[in-house]
């Protein structure tokens, strides 16, 4: 998981520098915004699962 993010990260580092290099910052920005929004989605789950383990453990 942390290496999938890490690769998307460097896609989008290398798609933003890319994009600013030939003035078009406006698809640099939502090149950045779709990264980020695909990063959460990828890490909602596992969010959802640690709020459940810590349901679980404060339920007793």
Do not use: C, W
């Not at 290398?14 to 406006?26: A, H, P, R, V």
């Not at 990828?42 to 709020?51: A, S």
Request: glycine share 4%; proline share 2%.
């Amino acid at each position: 998981m942390i290496f999938k993010i890490a690769a998307i990260g460097v896609i989008i580092a290398i798609l933003n520098q890319l994009l600013m290099k030939s003035d078009k910052g406006e698809y640099a920005t939502l090149t950045t915004i779709a990264g980020i929004i695909i990063v959460l989605l990828m890490i909602i789950p596992h969010i959802e699962e640690l709020f459940e383990s810590i349901r679980r453990i404060i339920d007793f």
